[in-house]
């Protein structure tokens, strides 16, 4: 059974970084795209970034080059590292995976940054 396990949320001021990890574990032949998304209240669910297995990464406009997505393949983990974090950038951040099998999402973790 594949599990998907955010970790790394929290409160933080307007400027400041924080990282978030995501395990997953369960994949028979590993996961190919791995990324993150957020959605905030009342808004729908949108791309954060994208990493494939080959470190091949994607970003939106609203967070490219304060965000930077990494992963460790052999640990089937993802990275976030979010520098000079706003206000809108508050939201729960929830972790996907995706193998040959199913596309995969986590719990969420919020994250809350205040100005």
């Known amino acids: 059974q594949v599990q998907v396990v955010e970790s790394g949320g929290g409160l933080v001021q307007a400027g400041g970084s924080l990282r978030l990890s995501c395990a997953a574990s369960?994949?028979?032949?590993?996961?190919?795209?791995m990324g993150w998304y957020r959605q905030a209240p009342g808004k729908q669910r949108e791309l954060v970034a994208t990493?494939?297995?080959?470190?091949?990464?994607d970003y939106p406009g609203s967070v490219k080059g304060r965000f930077t997505i990494s992963r460790d393949n052999a640990k089937s983990t993802v990275y976030l590292q979010m520098n000079s974090l706003k206000p809108e950038d508050t939201a729960v951040y929830y972790c996907?995976?995706?193998?040959?099998?199913?596309?995969?999402w986590g719990q969420g973790t919020q994250v809350t940054v205040s100005s």
């Open positions: 996907n995976a995706d193998d040959p099998w199913g596309n995969y």
């Open positions: 990493i494939t297995r080959g470190g091949i990464t």
């Open positions: 369960g994949s028979r032949s590993g996961f190919n795209r």
